[in-house]
């Protein structure tokens, strides 16, 4: 698998506080890689450095090299409009905007200029039924997203993130607030992007990361400890924290 | 020793019972001296202001040589300024509190802000009225006339607008924000179409606790919008909109009362500002709860 | 509608590699039997080399059930099943080293035939009964039905007696001609290995109340 995403000594910090530190850590595409670790760790951090949502927080400073599709996101010269719009983020909590179903979807295509209603109609059927959402709200577009249960939220805001069609899809602790059963809708759902697209995630479910990820990066006081194929490190992890954090011994 | 710990605990607590029974007895007396002063002036004013609305009242301007009085051209006024300084102060607010809460990096700058607009709406009215009528009136040259009278009222509501936009800003989730600017949207474009609209409650209950500001406003008034109690042609010239003086209905109260003893006229005037009052009041709380529901 | 589509059709697979290892386990047997019978050495030749294919199957499956330990979590009735699995596996790779075993043999079995010798007929009818038990022992297993299990368990007194049988029988062949020892012998570890593949058989349909109710040989396991 080609890599998408890499990050090569990746230093970031938060005023005086360093909160990543020399990262390294190929992200190959069209599968799922997970970041696990314990709170604070930085596999957060990480991962909203990859779309530069880290932008918002007042005293942050990145160094090093943060590539997608072999360009430094944090040079000059890259649009973060069109950055953020190759990569999707699905966030913690399900944050639908308060607005119809169909205008949550097209709120992203309305940004980068689609107008056409022909246009935006098909954009939304094939992004809910790409968050396979679709068949639960086709009779009800036009009604408030606040009115979905919280899985099915979640699925919007992934319909939402896929309705400007990007490469990569972010999901930060995406399925932490949802029952089991809306949890697995969305490991199922994931298991179906990554067919299309590259998604990694970051979860304190490391049962989670086990059942869906291709590869596992272990993250421990902004630090990436160990990275590899997902049986491997759920088998036999190289490093001791590894091993120690994945079964619960500490974190 | 046990023993007497125990007496003891038992004689404070039927102390602290009288002390309860006594406190309570207290406030229930407060709250009841509150209401039935409240009841009074309501009913004080409508039993002597509401038999004298007459339609006549309501509906002509004062005349001399017939003898009568009439409150349409204060009504009027009223009208124009509430519309003109709403022009004025809603986009100057909501442009200031987008900008304090979304753009300002600076904290302190904030905090100072803030806390001088907190001290603006405490200040007396009076001395916006004082500072209006050097400014706008003299300074200006527009001398007492309505357009003066509005934009002193601007500076006196602009505080109420920032404040109530800013609190409903800030209650906008900050996960709408990360969501907007998540799918590649700019800043303006996330505020336009995200944050205003989920905070548009907050900015119409503003609007309409300025118009109650507006309506019930006197002090600022009567130096800056004058006494005129003829009916102003607003449409005639543009000399006419802005330089025409007139006395809202407050500032009308004021004159009847002191300077007519048209006591009857006064409390008529009186009962309408109160209806006024509670009717915007009313739209406020109901307007605030209906987009709320959204 | 499962919420876990993924999941499901990975124990799903899981079931059909263990039915057909289950199958090829019976089939080498079938074969092994076959090559016995007409003392047939290249096919026996074939047995043999079929046994690596057999113990593929046995890798494979186990890393199915670890992948699945490991990924999936299972719980309850798949918990029970991964684990049987893990199980089961073992007794059929054990059949499998049994038929190969026995077509190892085949060739020193030499001048041997069926007409001529019965214990070699009767050793080859308690290998078809051998045989009928796996596949009665794979069937319950595959539909977790617990009353065929026990019949099978049952039917195995039927391969034992015939052991015990054929046994005797040889004993008498050695005492009465001396100089066949050689193939008596060999028989002999013939009729033990089909013994052993009924062992097994038994062995699998006991797992069978195990995926069924938790319990093994009537104790919970848990």
């Known amino acids: 698998m080609p890599t998408i995403i890499e990050a090569k000594n990746l230093d970031l910090w938060y005023g005086q506080k360093q909160a990543l530190k020399k990262i390294n850590l190929e992200i190959p595409e069209r599968q799922i890689t997970a970041l696990i670790g314990p709170s604070g760790c930085g596999k957060s951090t990480f991962l909203r450095t990859i779309d530069r949502m880290n932008d918002l927080v007042p005293g942050v400073r990145v160094e090093g090299q943060m590539l997608y599709a072999g360009e430094d996101v944090y040079s000059p010269s890259v649009d973060v409009t069109w950055l953020r719009r190759k990569i999707g983020m699905v966030f913690q909590k399900a944050n639908p905007f308060p607005m119809s179903i169909y205008d949550n979807i097209a709120y992203g295509p309305r940004i980068h200029g689609t107008r056409k209603k022909s246009e935006l109609d098909e954009i939304v059927e094939k992004s809910l039924r790409g968050a396979a959402l679709w068949d639960e709200v086709k009779d009800r577009l036009k009604k408030s997203a606040m009115g979905l249960s919280g899985g099915q939220q979640q699925r919007l805001c992934i319909a939402r993130a896929l309705a400007v069609q990007p490469d990569v899809l972010l999901m930060d602790e995406s399925t932490s607030a949802l029952d089991p059963g809306s949890t697995m809708r969305i490991e199922e759902l994931m298991r179906e992007l990554k067919k299309d697209y590259t998604v990694v995630i970051v979860t304190h479910n490391m049962q989670q990361a086990a059942r869906i990820s291709d590869r596992t990066a272990f993250f421990l006081l902004g630090e990436m400890v160990e990275v590899g194929p997902t049986d491997k490190i759920f088998s036999t992890p190289e490093d001791k924290r590894t091993e120690d954090y994945i079964s619960g011994r500490f974190g | ?294 | ?222």
């Not at chain 3, 046995?58 to 199980?87: F, G």
């Open chain 3, 1 to 222: 509608m499962s919420n876990r589509k993924y999941y499901d059709s990975e124990l799903e697979a899981l079931n059909t590699a263990l039915i057909e290892m289950g199958q090829a386990a019976a089939d080498a047997v079938e074969n092994a039997l076959q090559a016995l019978c007409a003392v047939d050495t290249a096919a026996a030749a074939e047995v043999v080399k079929g046994d690596t294919r057999i113990n593929h199957m046995e890798r494979d499956i186990e890393h199915r059930c670890m992948t699945l330990l490991l990924r999936q979590q299972p719980v309850a009735s798949d918990l029970r099943q991964v684990t049987a699995a893990l199980k089961v596996i073992t007794d059929l790779e054990r059949i499998g080293d049994h038929a190969a075993d026995i077509a190892e043999i085949v060739p020193h079995l030499g001048r041997m035939n069926q007409s001529s010798e019965p214990a070699l007929n009767e050793a080859v009818q308690m290998g078809r009964n051998a045989h009928q038990m796996i596949l009665n022992a794979l069937d319950a297993f595959v539909r977790q039905d617990e009353a065929a299990a026990r019949e099978v368990i049952a039917s195995d007194d039927v391969v034992d007696d015939a052991f015990d049988a054929i046994k005797r029988m040889l004993g008498q062949k050695l005492a009465h001609d001396p100089d066949e020892v050689d193939s008596v012998m060999d028989l002999l570890i013939v009729i033990k290995y089909l013994e052993r593949i009924a062992d097994h058989s038994v062995n699998l349909a006991e797992w069978v109340q195990f995926v069924r109710t938790g319990k093994y040989k009537n104790e919970d396991i848990f």
């Open chain 2, 1 to 294: 020793m046990d023993h007497n710990e125990h007496k003891e605990t038992r004689a404070l607590s039927s102390s602290r019972r009288a002390y309860d029974l006594i406190l309570r007895g207290l406030l229930y007396f407060c709250a009841a001296v509150t209401c039935l002063l409240l009841v009074f002036v309501i009913g004080y004013i409508f039993v002597r202001g509401l038999p004298h609305i007459t339609w006549e009242l309501l509906s002509t301007s004062p005349s001399y040589i017939k003898d009568t009085i009439g409150i349409l051209p204060n009504i009027v006024n009223t009208v124009y300024l509430v519309v003109v300084t709403l022009i004025i102060t809603l986009p100057l607010g909501v442009g200031a509190a987008v900008y304090l809460t979304e753009y300002a990096q600076n904290k302190k700058l904030v905090a100072a802000i803030e806390f001088a607009t907190e001290t603006l709406t405490g200040i007396p009215s009076i001395i916006f009225g004082l500072v209006g009528m050097l400014f706008f009136c003299q300074l200006l040259g527009l001398q007492a006339s309505l357009l003066a009278g509005s934009l002193t009222l601007v500076i006196v509501t602009i505080p109420t607008i920032i404040r109530t936009t800013q609190e409903s800003l800030k209650t906008v989730p900050q996960s709408y924000r990360e969501a907007a600017l998540a799918l590649g949207s700019g800043k303006w474009y996330m505020i336009r179409t995200v944050i205003l609209p989920s905070s548009i409650d907050g900015i119409v209950t503003g609007c309409i606790l300025a118009i109650g500001r507006i309506v019930g406003e006197s002090a600022a008034l009567l130096f800056t919008a004058g006494m005129g109690m003829s009916m102003n042609n607003f449409f005639g010239s543009v000399d006419n909109f802005v330089h025409s003086s007139g006395a809202s209905l407050t500032v009308a109260l004021y004159v009847y009362a002191r300077e007519r003893a048209e006591f009857d006229v006064a409390f008529a005037i009186a009962a309408i500002l109160m209806i006024l009052t509670l009717v915007i009041n009313l739209a406020a709380s109901l307007v605030g709860r209906k987009l709320k529901k959204h």
